[in-house]
């Protein structure tokens, strides 16, 4: 019988990003992470950006507070655990942006595209038309509070490579 594994790919990133931050102390120049997350699948994809929301901003939670009739009032909210917003605001500024690829290796770039994601309190921001990669922009404002994704240009377009590189 095979065994169940629970992927949890927020932590592992949010782990990645908070110790790679701490590396390097204040920098003059724009800091990007780079993570290749890997899993059983080398698979990212549109759910998987919940996954970084939470990783980045904190775990999505909904409160639920009795009211002294009995009654019950939720609302919707981050954790206070996220690699580059906690309860106290923004986080690790000396990082400019995160550089996510899944799976990428030399026999994978034509078909699997890193994405800049910027970080949206840096204290040196990375220009946003500097990498010729897909971006995608942290919305800080609740409700949304959500991650913006620019449309995707190919790695394989961006290279001049056809789809099926190497083969």
């Known amino acids: 019988m095979g065994q169940v594994e629970c992927v949890e790919t927020a932590t592992r990133l949010r782990n990645a990003v908070v110790g790679k931050a701490s590396k390097y102390g ?100 990375l220009s946003a038309g500097l990498l010729p990669l897909p971006k995608a922009f942290l919305d800080l404002q609740w409700p949304r509070n959500e991650i913006v994704y620019t449309v995707p240009q190919t790695a394989s377009a961006i290279f001049t490579l056809p789809n099926n590189w190497p083969r």
Request: a negative charge.
């Open 26 to 125: 204040h920098l003059d120049v724009p800091f990007i992470i780079a993570v290749n997350l890997k899993d059983q699948l080398n698979y990212f994809g549109p759910d998987d950006w919940i996954d970084v929301q939470n990783a980045l901003l904190g775990d999505e939670i909904c409160l639920v507070s009795v009211m002294t009739n009995g009654s019950t009032v939720s609302r919707n909210c981050r954790n206070g655990n996220g690699a580059w917003w906690g309860p106290d605001g923004p986080r690790h500024t000396q990082v400019s942006a995160l550089l996510l690829a899944c799976g990428l290796g030399p026999w994978s770039i034509a078909s699997e595209t890193p994405v800049v994601v910027h970080h949206p309190r840096a204290k040196m921001p």
